[in-house]
Structure formats: C-alpha cells, structure tokens
C-alpha cells in the first residue's frame, strides 16, 4: 500500500482468472482519491491535459461528475506507466467504488510481479502529478520501475482437459452441483466435484472445507482420473480470486437474489448478477449457458455469454423459453407434469414426471423442480447420455447420502405420536421463503409448523429484520437459534436483535433462544406434538443433527413417505380411493378381504388399520372389530380419525355388554371434545343401556339446549336449562 496527499492506493488484488473485469488474469487496484476531488479545476485540467485525456470539464470538487472525471484520468495514468513499460495493447476498466473517495482500477495483466509493481507505483504517480511535476519525467520514472520489477508467476488459468460445467447462483448451486455430478457418475463417467462441502472424487471426500472457489477448480482438475469436473463457483472466490479455469463447456446460473449485499464492494442486485455472469463470458463458443428463464437478471446474462442459450423455466409459456428456441437454442421446463426438453423444429422430448423426481419431494418443492431442470439441462448439454439423465433424476434422493443439509426429511417419535423434522441450510431469504413453504406443504390439518430461526452474521441488518418478519409469518411458532461459527463479526446479542425486530412487526415473540442447533433442535422436539412439522435452518451442526435424530428414533423419509405426507396435507389419504371404494360394497366378506388387501399395502398405516376395524364393526363381527381398533389407536393415527377410533370402540364396548369401559371412553372423549354431538349422542346410547335414562335424557337435552340455533330455543332457554336440571 502507498500513501500520498493526492491519491493512495488501498490495496493491490491479484485476480488468477477470469472475473469481474476481464476473461483473463488482472490486478484489481483500489484507491482513495481525496486530494483529485477536491483540487483546483486549473490542477486537474493540467493533469488531465499532460495526459492526453480529452478536453471535458472537471465539475465542481465532490460531485459526482467529478469523480466520473477522475476515473478517466486515473485510467489514462495507468496506460501511460504500462506503455512505457512495455505494454501497449492493454485493458483497464475503472469504477466507481462504494465511497465517493474509492475508485477500482482493474488492469488484464500475465505476470503477478509486475501487476503488484503497477499498483505500488500507480499511487505515487498520481500525487506527483497532481503536484505539479513534469508528466512526462513522471510516468517514464514509474514505467522504468515497473519494467525492472521481477516479472513473478506467470498467470495461467487452467484449460480443463475434461467436459467442465461450472454453477453459480444464489440459491440452489450446492444442490444443482450434487445433482449434476450424481447425473453424470450414473452415466459412468469418473467425476470430481468441488463445493460449499469440499472437494469430492466418484463421492469420496478428499478435501474438506468450502472449496467454492478457484482452489477446488484446481484441485479438481488435476486429478488425472476424472473425466468429468462440476464446480460449484461462489461470488467471493470470483470477486477475490477470479475464476480457477480459462473456460467452461457449460455454466448454469440457478438465481440472483439478496445475499451477502454489502460485502466486498457488491451493495446491489444488479451488481450480484454482474459477478455470477462471470462464467456464462468464459463458456466456450461451442459450450451452452443454461440459464434461468423465470430470473430476469440471470436471463438478461445470455447477451454476454460465451456459449449457446440453454432456458430453464417452470412455465412451458415464459417469453424466456420462446426467445431461446428463436435464437436456436435449447429449452427444459414442465409441461402436463413432466420435465421435458424442448429444441426448435423438434418434437418435446420428454424425461420423466416431477413426482418421479425424489429431491422435489413429490412436486412441493418448487425451486428444488427448478434445480432438476437445470442439472437435467447441464448434464444433457455436456453430453451424458438421455437414459443416464433420467436414471440420475429418479436415484438423486433428498437425504444425508445425496444432498445433506438441503430438505432433508425426517419422521421422528415424540411421547403421543411423531413429527416430520426438516433440516434446511436456508440461509437467506429466498432460502427460508422456500423451507417454510415445504413445510406447510407437509402439514396435516389441525397440526402447526415450528421453525428454527438463525442464519449467518455476514447477512445486512435489513436481511436480518426481513428473515424474522418472514419466520413471524410464516411459521406458528418460532425459535432462534444461533450459529456460533458463523457470526462472522456480529455477537449473539446483536443478531437475535434484529430477528426479533423483525418478528415484533408482526407480533411474534420467540419462545425461546438457543446458543447452538443441537441445543434448538431439542427445544423444538420437547414442544412438539403429534403431526407438527419442524422445520430447522441448520448451518455447521448439519451432521451432528443427523446422527443425533437417528440416535433417538428418527428415521429419513424415503420418497414414498413423502408423498404420503404431501397428500395427507391437504386433508387426503394416498388411498382414499381404495378406501371409498370399500364402503361401496354391499357384501360384507368381501368388504374385509379388501381391506384386509389394503392393509397389506400399509401395514403400520392407522387410518387403513382405522379402516379395517370398520369393516368388521360393519359386519357385527364387534370382538374382532375391538382389537383392530387397538391396533389403529396403537398407531400414529390423526385427527379426525383418532376421535372417530374412539368413538367407535366406545360404541363396541357397549355392544359386548362393557357397559364402564364404554362409558370411560365417552367420559374423555366429552372432556377433550366438549360438545361434540356424535360423543353426546353415544355416550347417552350407553348410559341408557346402562339403565340410567335420566341421566342419558339429560345430557341429551342440555347439548340440545346448548347448541341449538332454532329460534324457538331460543326463546326459551331458562325455562328449558331448569327442566332438563330437574330430570
């Protein structure tokens, strides 16, 4: 770093590959401009003039057309050393920085030497200049110095030897990542992967940590053995370090959404796209972007590309997907519930339906059919074969195994029942917008969604605020939780600050506040009930959750499981067709064997053991119908149908003569149920056989005087609560 009254430079960053500013290595400088923002119009114009820059007017000290001006002198500073150094033909970009004083110089260079000597003269050249000192003495002095530096590392990228498909994104990458190289070894092809988990060779973990960047591009790459790379490539590598490779065959950008805003110099949207478009500028001519036809910003990314447009899109209709198949490119989207692939003149070619999909846990998940529709098009765009592709969607499982930490489903025992527990990184608020909406897909009727709450220091205040108003919303009750190793700056305190700020706007309070996630995910089991889904965003306890679930009873939810919970969440039983079917019959014998058959179907299913006990209860078989019940109540068995169990045995009981336990039964069911006709009206049906008809007759007419809106009830409701006191 060199310091001067008219100019300091900051800091020197040597960028390895491509990135921000060019497809090839470059030294990003950064510097503090006071002294040219606030001097004399006559000292710039001098300046500008020794310069060669063309005449314009400096603009008044501070504004913006100020600054605007000394980008341009800065920039003519810095072809003038670097010509006279040697070379002519160079590309510098500047900009603005996040302060008025910060100005970024971005300058393709070859050699790590002299980039760091170009950004260790380039400060001391300026105040010289802007002092006053002979131009042309000045910029031969520092070209002489940069010349004479030693000329360092030669900067080469590597040139992958291999089929390379790069993702990017913001949500969705380390998923579409894993799918894409689960894709391509069910093809047979030996693949490496690097990602946010590390370095990974045919799923075998060489290198751990987040290898995002450049490093995990290299360290991919150099294994001889691989024949296929995917490299899950992160903004901060990019903007840090440039990419790992000259060039990929495929790149795949999943989405742009708010993400670590105001750091390293990205405060905007607009900005984020600029850097995750890096890797469709260095896709070969003959390679294809894939790219996503649902984002505005990742779509507007084609314009640049190096390679063929490749949509994806949920909507068989999105403009984005007729433009790409106009320019000649490649489409893949959903159409009559099937991922399907689409190329101009060319019939729909279609690959496998959604619910087949196992990661989009039965179609709810709506990014993660959005993710499949990118690894699907990434795969098929480098070459793996069709039936391969399929064969990868349908064995890619929502688990620890293939995509741990992502929407990974549990059912796990609790005293009186089991929950579905969602583990989800979730980190954002794209992230947690989806998480909450798969867990409201996965609740039954009558049972509440409690959330996790907790995210990284590194997110802005209003991120913070926004994720707690969105838990407030989202969830019926929610819990922080706090990852110790993911602060990132911030403390405990001032994190939980801001999500319960955000959570206060819409009059939610925690219930509680956990310093880690194992402690949260006890927090959230001890509150639970019977048919709850808890949904937790975990970040560094992903494993030790894992194994701690198991550890107590948990099992993972394989796709079948799934599917049942998102179709008994919208009130339904996957067999309620079979069922209704059931009670069609008019033969009774044939009745039970059915159900019987159904049952074989779902053995631990209480709803279908619910269902086998009524058809012997039908039958008047009630000794038989009495223990098919016990089964039923002895499994998870949900609302209303538990209630209906009861109802039923109750009833059994009295028809065997069992005249308290009946009555026990009913007894409870009143107190859990005040009110419940059904209840009322069996309960006096066994007090009747139990020869007490007062008492039946008056528990009959209070609910009727209690609940009856009739209009003649009405009128008379005293006279009517004392008759039936007097029973």
Known sequence: MSTHDGATVTHVRVLEGPNLYFTRPAVLLTLSVPGYLAAERDALVEVARGLGVRRSEPGRPGTEARQRFVLRVVERAVRSVAAGAGSA?????????????????????????????????????????????????????????????????V????????????????????????????????????????????????????????????????????????????????????????????????????????????????????????????????????????????????WAMRGAAGGRPWCFTLSPDAPALREALGAGGRGITVLDGQLTVLAPGQSPVRLLPVSDVPVTLAGLSEHNVANALAAAAAGLAAGLPHDAVVEGLRTFLPDAEHN???????????????????????????????????????TPPGSQVLLGLGTGGDRTDEILVNLGEMAGLGADRVYIEHKEHYLR?????????????????????????????LEGLRALL????????????????????????????????????????????????????????????????RRIEAAHALALDFPDDGRVLYELAGTYDSAGREEEALARYDDALAR?????????????????????????????????????????PAVVAFRAFTLHDMGRDPDALRMALEHLVAASADPDVQRYPGSLTRFTAAI
């Open 89 to 153: 033909r160079l590309g510098v970009r500047a900009r603005a920085g996040t302060t008025a004083e910060e100005l970024l110089v971005a300058v393709a260079v070859r050699n790590r030497g002299r980039a760091v000597a170009l950004g260790e003269e380039l400060g001391p050249l300026l105040a010289a200049l802007l002092a006053g000192e002979d131009t042309r003495q000045a910029v031969a002095s520092a070209a002489e110095r940069v010349h004479q530096a030693p000329i360092g590392e």
């Open 155 to 298: 900067l080469r990228p590597l040139r992958p030897r291999v089929p390379t498909v790069c993702v990017t994104g913001t949500n969705g990458k380390t998923t579409t990542t894993r799918m894409i190289a689960h894709l391509a070894m069910t093809a047979g092809r030996r693949t490496g992967w690097s990602s946010t988990d590390g370095v990974l060779i045919e799923g075998e973990l060489v290198e751990y940590g987040d290898y995002s960047g450049p490093a995990g591009a290299r360290t991919v790459l150099a294994d001889k053995s691989v024949d296929f790379a995917v490299l899950e490539t992160a903004r901060g590598g990019m903007l840090l370090k440039g990419l790992g490779t000259a060039y990929n065959h495929v790149s795949v950008v999943t989405n742009v959404s708010a993400d670590h805003l105001g750091v390293n110099g990205i405060d905007t949207l607009d900005q984020l796209a600029e850097v995750k478009a890096i890797i469709t500028r260095v896709t070969r001519p003959d390679g294809w972007v894939v790219l996503n036809g649902d984002d505005p910003r990742v």
């Open 636 to 676: 998870p068995l949900r609302e209303p149908f538990h209630r209906r169990a009861l109802i039923q045995k109750g009833s059994t009981l009295r028809h065997l003569g069992r005249f308290e336990e009946s009555l026990a039964i009913f007894d409870q069911l009143l107190a859990d149920w005040p009110g419940n």
């Open 404 to 442: 741990a930490g992502r929407l990974n489903v549990y059912s796990v025992p609790i005293d009186g029942g089991e929950v579905t527990f969602i583990v989800d990184m979730a980190h954002n608020e794209a992230g947690l917008e989806a998480l909450l909406r798969v867990a409201r897909g996965l």
């Open 489 to 517: 700056g911030r403390t405990m305190e001032g994190l939980e600050a801001k999500l319960r700020e955000g959570l206060s706007r819409v009059g939610v309070a925690p219930v509680n506040s956990s310093e880690t996630e």
């Open 526 to 589: 001890n509150d639970a009930r019977d048919g709850d889904v808890l949904a937790e965003m975990v970040h560094s306890h992903q494993a030790p959750v894992h194994a701690w679930l198991l550890e107590h009873g948990g099992r993972v939810d394989d796709p079948a499981a799934i599917a049942r919970k998102v179709t008994a969440a919208t009130g339904r039983h996957e067999a309620d067709d079979r069922i209704a079917a059931l009670w069609a019959m008019g033969d009774d014998v």
